[in-house]
């Protein structure tokens, strides 16, 4: 099974040396997005809600570069710097899917690049 690296400039540059994804068969494998505005590479800051969407509408965009949408991921892992953000989180997050909504784990981490209080990462079918 061969793999392919997945670019998108509508989605944040890695900041280290990771692609945004890999296609793998059917499958897209999407490292973890944080709430990196894609045209200036700066953090989005504010609250909880508003990284939360930052953050879901990169993976929407590596997606789409993939060949996949967010109604094919069957798995994803959100990691909160603080679960006191995990109703707020879950909302946003929930928003997002129109139909069967993946499986998924979240954690609590002690820190997170450029100190951002969400990172969601996930996999997807190719459809």
């Given at each position: 099974m061969e793999k392919?690296?997945?670019?998108?400039?509508?989605?944040p540059e890695p900041v280290g040396p990771y692609s945004q994804a890999v296609i793998a068969g059917q499958f897209v494998f999407c490292s973890g997005?944080?709430?990196l505005d894609p045209a200036s590479g700066q953090l989005i800051t504010g609250n909880i809600e508003e990284e939360t969407v930052c953050v879901m509408n990169n993976l929407k965009e590596v997606l789409k570069s993939a060949g996949s949408s967010l109604d094919n991921v069957v798995k994803t892992t959100i990691y909160l710097q603080n679960m006191d953000d995990f109703i707020s989180v879950?909302?946003?997050y929930g928003?997002?899917?129109?139909?069967i909504p993946p499986s998924r784990a979240t954690v609590q981490v002690a820190c997170l690049p450029k100190n951002a209080h969400v990172e969601i990462d996930?996999?997807?079918?190719?459809t």
């Open positions: 392919h690296e997945v670019k998108t400039k509508k989605a997005q944080i709430a879950n909302k946003v928003s997002f899917f129109s139909q996930c996999i997807a079918l190719i």
